[in-house]
């Protein structure tokens, strides 16, 4: 560790030179000490990262950033230069002082400069006035530096061996450091009977044997100091019961030394976890037990013996979509370290193998505070959701048994029937949230729902492709594109209303640039007795369906057009055929007097109008199909739209709902699917509606006004002279000699009349006659002119 004197430059300060003298020691926390640190504004575009909410920038220094540590130490050191007695190491400030006036008055001087600076504490995670500190593997006190005991407690806290399995885990540990035990073989020969024995028998000779193991393995010819010069290696493995952990020096040679050990017994509430959950566990929790040595370092290889969390965890693999969110939680945890990922086999990672099968307790969370997947939906809706599925997995026998060897070990294949086998490949992306099986984000919907989810995917009698779109965002079960097939092929509905394909390849419109930039309109009907107008967007496939109720008219065309165009705006150009209502003047010159440019397909060549053309046949097929299910014109006008605009579309590759507002809209399958939010608020805050006017009015006594007149045939305004001002808002008004009407300032209109000027011969404002008037009768009096 180095810290800054007071002309700046780095000296070596070492802490048992002084710990003699030392009483006290300090150890303050910096509150998310980089995010303190602002990132200048030309840097700022190179930490944009996305949201649910769009593109967000950081304006503070992040975790995860290379140079980072670095510069934080930088700019730390320069902070409390000059100081002595101090070191800050990253986001920690140790502080010591020879006696305790030193002390104080050293610890004042770090605070008043992190205060000048602007520096946070985190005053929770602060020790102040220990008799030691343990830091880094060391423990320093007064009297000096000294091995600290937790690098070396997941060893001699150890629990023995209570079977076979354990015994060679832990012989496997003592042969991957077999080179630095001397005289091994003699001194381990009852542990070597013990593991051939037919029956599991510990004796006391054994016991001594692991005793002497232990102190061996924590002795400085094995463990090693940490040096941040040299390599370091994580080694992380986990058992049914255990996590264990090794944090390693690769030396130049290629020997290892550990620096320090760890283990974790998996709490009994989490013991049902994946293997795949329980071997990243063991990966995270060695990042937050070895936090100090490994963070900031570029020297760092993780090494796992389980192959799929090599590509979740990989620093330079995309993470698959198909990941458990738990995963890929983690994985954003690790993103902030910099380190080269290793797959080993478990012969190769048998070190690590024996503390995840002789764990002891720790104090560190890694399974705690889990976001809820599941959100249960209200049983008094009439569709599926997540309750539902719950409860009909529990029923499956296959699911059943799938969960099972989710939450402990697969069999061997040749074990397993043939639909077993199906989830076997996707084994490692198969996770439980709330006793619902999902693969990646996908339920996996038991058998006694089938027909239903296959009915609801087919509800507007879409076709095979449509089906499967709308099926991959939500569930997945083994032959799923078979079953949805055989559900389309298998519709009577669908068989009778098939259309025969078009014989010959269409010559396509150019695809414009933009929403709403071309539109092609048609009319379709009678349907049911009723005439529809269909309106398409060429660029995002959205449609509006108009009922003209019978009635397509020129005048009735224009009037439904006026309505769209105020929602969606003007389009550029509109494609109709040779209607009547298209062709009339009436049409042309509304089309001409809003700058939209209208093209005609050939006479008898509906394929022309294509856009419009094709949607109005899957309009009146699905329509048709839908009611024949007993359901009403407009119930099914709307399920087809609702569905039509929420699915992906062929030509575009989204939903038009998406390429219009660039946006999905909320569809009934989203009740099916396990919500990331635990409780859903039943009720939300009133809005307080407020009004803010910029009208700024003054009236003078016999300003001549207009007010509002309330009685039932009266006219909307009469006009009046203001009496009186009675409130600053609030003015009586003289409407008739007889008539006072009190009225507020929002209800009255200034009135200035023209009359006829006498003398000039021309109209002027009536105020300007009125004084003309107060003139003449004051001359009249024989008053001045």
Request: aromatic share 10%; glycine share 4%.
């Amino acid at each position: 560790m180095t810290t800054r004197n007071s002309n700046g430059t780095s000296t070596t300060s070492s802490w048992q030179q002084t710990a003699t003298t030392h009483q006290k020691q300090q150890a303050i926390d910096l509150q998310h000490a980089y995010m303190q640190i602002p990132v200048e504004e030309s840097s700022r575009d190179f930490l944009t990262i996305i949201t649910h909410k769009g593109l967000y920038r950081y304006t503070k220094m992040t975790e995860g950033i290379a140079s980072g540590p670095g510069d934080f130490q930088r700019k730390i050191e320069q902070c409390l230069s000059g100081i002595d007695g101090v070191i800050p190491y990253l986001d920690n400030i140790f502080v010591t002082g020879e006696t305790d006036e030193i002390h104080l008055k050293t610890l004042y001087m770090v605070f008043q400069r992190l205060e000048q600076s602007g520096f946070h504490v985190n005053i929770n995670k602060c020790d102040f006035f220990k008799e030691k500190l343990d830091l880094l593997g060391f423990v320093i006190n007064k009297e000096g530096l000294h091995k600290s005991e937790t690098k070396v407690k997941a060893m001699t806290n150890a629990p023995v061996p209570r079977n076979k399995k354990q015994l060679e885990s832990f012989i496997g540990l003592i042969t991957y450091y077999a080179r630095f035990l001397p005289n091994r073989a003699e001194k381990l020969q009852p542990l070597y009977k013990c593991a051939k024995a037919e029956t599991f028998k510990w004796t006391v000779e054994c016991q001594k044997a692991v005793d002497w193991v232990k102190m061996e393995l924590i002795s400085p010819r094995v463990l090693a100091h940490y040096d941040p010069k040299e390599d370091l290696v994580l080694s992380c493995d986990a058992s049914t019961y255990g996590l264990g952990a090794i944090l390693a020096h690769r030396y130049k040679d290629g020997t290892e030394k550990p620096i320090a050990y760890a283990s974790k017994v998996i709490p009994e509430k989490e013991l049902n976890r994946a293997i795949i959950d329980k071997e990243a566990s063991a990966i995270v929790f060695g990042f937050k037990k070895f936090y100090n040595y490994i963070y900031g370092t570029t020297t760092l290889t993780l090494r796992t013996d389980h192959k799929p969390l090599v590509f979740i965890f990989g620093p330079k693999q995309e993470i698959p979509l198909t990941v458990a969110s738990r995963l890929q939680r983690w994985a954003y945890f690790l993103s902030r370290f910099t380190y080269t990922i290793e797959y080993v086999t478990s012969q190769e990672n048998r070190n690590c193998d024996a503390l995840s099968r002789l764990p002891i307790n720790d104090s560190i969370q890694i399974f705690d505070n889990e976001f809820t997947m599941i959100n249960y939906v209200s049983e008094a809706l009439d569709t599926l959701n997540a309750k539902k599925i719950a409860k009909e997995t529990k029923k499956d026998k296959l699911l059943s048994n799938v969960i099972k060897y989710i939450s402990g070990t697969w069999p061997a294949v040749s074990e397993m029937n043939e639909d077993e086998n199906k989830f076997y490949a996707k084994r490692d992306e198969l996770n439980v949230e709330k006793e619902c099986l999902l693969w990646g984000y996908r339920i996996v919907v038991p058998e006694a729902v089938k027909p239903s989810v296959l009915s609801e995917l087919h509800a507007s009698h879409f076709g095979v492709v449509k089906m499967k779109m709308l099926a991959r965002n939500y569930v997945w079960w083994p032959n799923i594109d078979k079953d949805i097939e055989n559900v389309a092929t298998a519709c009577k509905v669908c068989v009778q209303e098939r259309k025969k394909p078009p014989n010959v390849p269409l010559t396509p419109w150019p695809y414009p640039d933009k929403c709403w930039s071309r539109i092609h309109t048609d009319f379709l009907g009678p349907v049911h007795g009723h005439m529809f107008m269909v309106v398409m967007d060429a660029y995002s496939k959205w449609p509006e369906v108009i009922d003209m109720n019978k009635c397509t008219t020129a005048e009735r065309v224009i009037e439904e057009f006026k309505k769209i165009i105020v929602r969606y705006g003007l389009p550029k150009h509109v494609v109709t055929d040779n209607g009547t209502q298209f062709t009339s003047n009436e049409f042309r010159e509304f089309c001409k007097a809003n700058g939209i440019k209208q093209s005609f397909t050939a006479p008898h060549h509906p394929a022309t109008n294509g856009a419009a053309e094709n949607f109005v046949g899957t309009f009146k097929d699905k329509v048709n199909k839908i009611m024949q299910g007993g359901k009403s014109l407009e119930y099914a006008v709307n399920l087809f739209l609702f569905d039509y605009r929420s699915i992906e579309h062929c030509t575009t590759g989204r939903s038009p709902a998406f390429m219009m507002f660039k946006r999905e809209i909320r569809t009934r399958f989203e009740l099916m699917k396990p919500s990331v939010i635990d409780d859903v608020e039943k009720q939300q805050r009133a809005q307080i509606i407020s009004r803010r006017g910029n009208r700024n009015v003054e009236f003078q006594t016999g300003d001549m006004v207009m007010v509002e007149d309330f009685g039932v045939r009266s006219k909307k305004r009469v006009v009046g002279t203001i009496e009186e001002k009675v409130s600053p808002v609030t003015f009586r008004v003289k409407v008739a000699p007889d008539k006072l009407w009190k009225r507020h300032v929002d209800q009255i209109i200034r009135y200035t009349p023209t009359v006829v000027d006498n003398d000039k011969g021309t109209a002027v404002p009536a105020s300007e006659s009125r004084v003309k008037l107060r003139r003449s009768e004051r001359t009249s009096k024989g008053g001045e002119l």
